[in-house]
Structure formats: C-alpha cells, structure tokens
C-alpha cells in the first residue's frame, strides 16, 4: 500500500522557518515525482515545488523560488521541504503527493495519484 505522511507544520512568526517532511512507503522513489501542494482557507490546491528523485531535477513556483528548498534523503524514503522568510500568505495546509514519473512532472493536482493527509502551517504577521 502506497502512503505518504507529512509532518513538520506548526505555528511560526512571520520570518521564520519550518522543515517539512513526507515520508513514503510503499513506492520507489525513483519512479515517482514527489511535488508539494498547499491549500489555503476557501481556496483551491496550489502547487509549491516539486523533486524528481530519479534525477533530483527541482521545480518551484513563483512564489516558493528562492525561499524553499526541496530535497529527498539518500535512503530515498522522505522527501523534505524547508521554508524559510515564511509569510502569512504561506498559511495552509501543506500535502505532498506522488506521481509515476513515467507522465512527466506536473504542477496540477488532478495529475498527482497519492496524497498524504497533510500538515497545516500557520504563519502570523
């Protein structure tokens, strides 16, 4: 069975930092992109960054460039997101999922097969 479980969220000031983490099992890495999605309250899945472990090619959104980094552990089991210069608009709940490789990387949710249950950020001005 295919899961993936973040963990990381929590309460932080404006400026401040958090590390996510989603753990996988069930899959191989390697055949799959690992992208994290976040939502905001009334609002729809957006796409933040995404890793392709196969290659450790990286793509990020506008909005993360510069400021998150994604990165996966040499075991290939868990992928992590590290946010820094958050800001109230980085408020959601932030879910990873996965996507067989063999379909390209994709930045809509549709395109994404597993999710996990999320993990919600809050940032205060």
């Known amino acids: 069975q295919k899961q993936l479980v973040e963990s990381g969220g929590g309460l932080v000031q404006s400026g401040g930092s958090l590390r996510l983490s989603c753990a996988t099992s069930?899959?191989?890495?390697?055949?799959?992109?690992i992208a994290w999605f976040r939502q905001a309250p009334a609002k729809g899945r957006e796409w933040v960054s995404l890793i392709d472990t196969a290659d450790d090619e990286t793509l990020y959104s506008d909005s993360a460039k510069g400021r998150f980094t994604i990165t996966r552990d040499n075991a290939k089991t868990t992928v992590f997101l590290q946010m820094n210069n958050l800001r109230p608009d980085d408020t959601g709940v932030y879910y990873c999922?996965?996507?067989?490789?063999?379909?390209?990387?994709?930045?809509?949710?549709?395109?994404?097969?597993?999710w996990g249950q999320g993990t919600q950020v809050t940032v205060s001005a």
């Open positions: 999922a996965a996507r067989d490789r063999f379909y390209g990387k994709g930045t809509q949710d549709y395109e994404y097969q597993y």
């Open positions: 069930g899959l191989i890495l390697d055949f799959f992109v």
